[in-house]
């Protein structure tokens, strides 16, 4: 059996831990700082196991030797936001966190694949690959998948539509700068501009944006963690299985969409060798402004980093 490590046991992580259960892809291990918390959660759904057929051995630690020889480690642990945070307000309470989680693990598997979604996303992903001194392959950041479901589930709502049939492109950053991709989004293949009628896909567009803040002010104490869970297990999924799956994911650029040496979300092709490929839309004049204003705004949040921790 493979085996993946979450890393923060809290809403996020133990569901991922419960999708990726499901898929019975792997060996699973929660690490959380709480004590008791992962190894109770662990064990809750190592019973479960028996009454939904999966072969799979869940355990949860306080220790990072439990995530030794993972194929894939997920980073879910630091704080979510509360109502009036903009994910860049948890940069520095969660890059203490997230840099620990990146190194210790690493030590204990040397050839793990990261997914990254603690927030700021972009930005914890660029620290995970510099402070490892990562491949850009092997550390792939959280969003698109989420944003463009979201964008998706609005689109179904809409339309009524099943929502196998509508495919939605969120890419940019993952922050309020995102870029929903109206012209390259369709409902079974017609563009999503000819289907739905301007006004409510502005509206659409708009509620995509800031579907995160829509979950955080109904739940108060947290942010959202199904949908999160659920990007995060079909992206394993996809490198574990070696689909070379294209899924919108953060990814390191390098000269892509003309963006250097910073996290950004764009149609990556995932396999078991994590990044496969980035795939590069040709942009028009209005979605290329908006691409470079949200890769602004993801570079200051690194830079801020940069001012944080050395690497
Ligand atoms: O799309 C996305 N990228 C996101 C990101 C969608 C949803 C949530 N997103 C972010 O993930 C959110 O803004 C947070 O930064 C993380 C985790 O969110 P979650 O909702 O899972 O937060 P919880 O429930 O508070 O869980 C975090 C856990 C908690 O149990 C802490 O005890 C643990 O992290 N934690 C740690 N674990 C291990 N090691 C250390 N150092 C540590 N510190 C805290």
């Known amino acids: 059996m493979q085996k993946i490590s979450i890393v923060g046991a809290g809403m996020t992580g133990a569901t991922t831990a419960h999708w990726l259960a499901e898929r019975e892809l792997a060996d699973l291990v929660l690490v959380d700082v709480i004590e008791g918390m992962p190894q109770g959660k662990g064990l809750d759904m190592l019973e479960t196991m028996p009454i939904i057929g999966r072969d799979v051995e869940i355990v949860g630690s306080n220790d990072y030797a439990a995530t030794k020889g993972s194929d894939i480690v997920i980073i879910t642990a630091g704080l979510p936001r509360k109502p009036g945070m903009s994910r860049d307000d948890l940069l520095s309470a969660n890059a203490d966190i997230v840099g620990k989680a990146a190194t210790e693990t690493l030590k204990y598997s040397p050839d793990a694949i990261y997914v990254v979604l603690t927030n700021p996303l972009d930005t914890m992903a660029y620290l995970t690959m510099k402070l490892n001194k990562l491949p850009r392959e092997r550390v792939i950041g959280q969003a698109g998948v989420l944003d463009s479901a979201r964008m998706r589930a609005f689109v179904a709502q809409q339309t009524g ?11 940019g950053g993952h922050g309020d700068e995102m870029v929903p991709l109206t012209r390259h989004s369709n409902v079974a293949g017609i563009p999503l501009r000819d289907y739905v009628p301007a006004d409510k896909l502005e509206a659409i567009v708009s509620r995509t944006r800031k579907g995160g803040g829509e979950i955080v002010n109904l739940l108060k104490t947290g942010s959202a963690f199904y949908a999160p869970s659920a990007a995060v297990a079909q992206m394993t999924e996809a490198i574990l299985k070696d689909k070379h799956l294209i899924l919108p994911c953060s990814a390191y650029m390098q000269g892509e969409y003309g963006l ?10 995932l396999g078991r060798g994590g990044v496969e490929k980035i795939i590069e839309y040709n942009l028009d004049a209005d979605e ?6 949200s890769a602004a705004a993801v570079k200051e949040t690194h830079e801020a980093l940069k001012k944080l921790v050395k690497i």
């Open 161 to 171: 539509v099943s929502v196998e049939n509508i495919q939605c492109y969120v890419l």
């Open 260 to 269: 250097n040496d910073i996290f950004f979300g764009v149609p990556v092709m």
């Open 288 to 293: 290329k402004a908006q691409f470079d204003k």
